[in-house]
């Protein structure tokens, strides 16, 4: 009964002591537990934070790039602005000149006034040489060709040799000369006194008949002086050569060296090219309109030429069933060319209103169209205004696609093209 109770006191105080050290255990567990806890949530806090400071560190770098590119696309827009700004004014085309530019560049302004023109037909025509400054180079008699002096497409000038040629006919003819140049020498130093009238005569005539036959033979005055200077009897060889009657090109050569060619055989064909004809075919019922010496002009590959009318066919041609007027065309630029198919515009004798303006005030735009400088509301700016260029006569161009009473350059034209180009402009307008 006592051990049992002994037993039992053991128990009680073993428990009782031990009963901290379980407590503190339980506290220390515990209070592990809540370290952790609280190192847990210091981390997720920290965690938190981080992220917190990331996202905002991320905001705050896409403003600054959003705002960046803002920037930029506002700069881009202001870059953008301003080319279109630069190209409105180059679409505009103006130029601003001052007073001093335009008293030194010799600028002329007028306004523009109807004007009664001569009316005008157009016409297809065709270049042809103008005969009355062509010329063929022929032989008198029959002779062999032995030497040739100039080629196709050669400009000669008038009495410059052309080819040589050798004949019997020429031979006994030049020593019929040498014979008789002698004779009449003898007999002139002689004199009346000494030799018979009679004499005196037939060796004057004799000389002069025997001169005038190696010139009729081909023979120029300069080569009979050449053969009569000379003692040498052996020059009679009958050579001789035929000579440019005219200053012109050589169109055509219808020979070759060695061959005999006959009398009135064209060997050379010289014309001169700086005039020309153009037969321009026009329909029966208006040729009547024109008149011998109207204005007209020929237009071929973007050019034009003045010409006039020098011929009214009275007759139609065969094949057309036109009257075919005759121009004649000055040629300075040797564009034109026979065979050539050109545009023909002929002034007739009926008339009109219209525009003109100086030939110069109408210039070529880059797209290739006629314009003219129309000045605008402001004095001393121009800009440059396509119009069509009808014809041009007498140096008046006759142009359509203004207005009258507008004011254009018609002196200084160019130098205002060349402003509007200096400075980076479009100056044509549609």
Do not use: C
């Not at 981390?43 to 917190?52: I, S, T, Y």
């Not at 009958?238 to 219808?254: D, I």
């Not at 005759?326 to 023909?344: C, I, M, Q, S, W």
């Amino acid at each position: 009964m006592h051990n049992k109770i002994f037993l039992m006191l053991l128990l009680l105080s073993g428990g009782i002591m031990n009963a901290p050290v379980v407590l503190a255990e339980s506290n220390l567990n515990d209070a592990h537990e809540h370290a952790e806890g609280e190192t847990a949530h210091k981390d997720e806090h920290k965690g938190e934070v981080k992220h917190e400071e990331h996202a905002g560190h991320d905001e705050d770098d896409d403003d600054h790039k959003d705002e960046a590119k803002h920037n930029d696309h506002a700069e881009d827009s202001h870059a953008e602005e301003g080319r279109g700004g630069h190209g409105e004014h180059e679409e505009e085309g103006v130029a601003k000149l001052t007073v001093t530019q335009m008293k030194a560049a010799g600028i002329v302004v007028k306004t523009l006034q109807s004007q009664v023109i001569n009316s005008a037909i157009k016409a297809p025509g065709e270049v042809r040489f103008n005969i009355y400054k062509t010329a063929a180079i022929t032989p008198r008699i029959s002779a062999q060709v032995i030497d040739r002096h100039v080629v196709l497409g050669e400009v000669v000038k008038k009495g410059q040799p052309i080819v040589t040629l050798s004949s019997v006919e020429m031979a006994e003819a030049q020593g019929e000369l040498l014979v008789s140049v002698r004779e009449w020498y003898r007999v002139k130093k002689l004199g009346k006194k000494v030799v018979s009238a009679r004499r005196y005569t037939e060796a004057k005539i004799k000389f002069k008949l025997a001169k005038a036959k190696v010139r009729a033979y081909g023979m120029t005055a300069k080569q009979i002086e050449s053969l009569l200077s000379s003692d040498d009897f052996s020059r009679a060889n009958g050579r001789f050569e035929l000579v440019a009657t005219s200053a012109g090109t050589v169109l055509k050569e219808n020979y070759i060296l060695g061959q005999q060619a006959e009398p009135g055989q064209e060997l050379i064909r010289i014309t001169d090219e700086s005039s020309l004809w153009v037969v321009a075919n026009v329909a029966p019922a208006i040729s009547h309109e024109i008149q011998v010496g109207n204005s007209a002009s020929v237009k071929f590959n973007g050019q034009t030429y003045p010409a006039k009318v020098a011929q009214i066919n009275h007759s139609l041609d065969e094949i057309t069933r036109t009257t075919g007027i005759r121009l004649l065309v000055e040629n300075n630029k040797d564009a034109l060319h026979p065979g050539l198919f050109v545009n023909t515009q002929i002034e007739t004798s009926g008339h009109s209103d219209a525009l003109a303006v100086p030939e110069a005030a109408v210039l070529r735009s880059p797209d290739g169209d006629w314009q003219v400088f129309v000045e605008q509301d402001e004095a001393g700016e121009f800009k440059g205004v396509e119009v069509e260029l009808l014809r041009v006569t007498d140096g008046k161009a006759i142009i359509e696609g203004l207005k009258a009473g507008t004011s254009v350059v018609v002196e200084g034209a160019f130098f205002v093209q060349s402003e509007l180009a200096k400075g980076g402009f479009n100056i044509h307008n549609h």
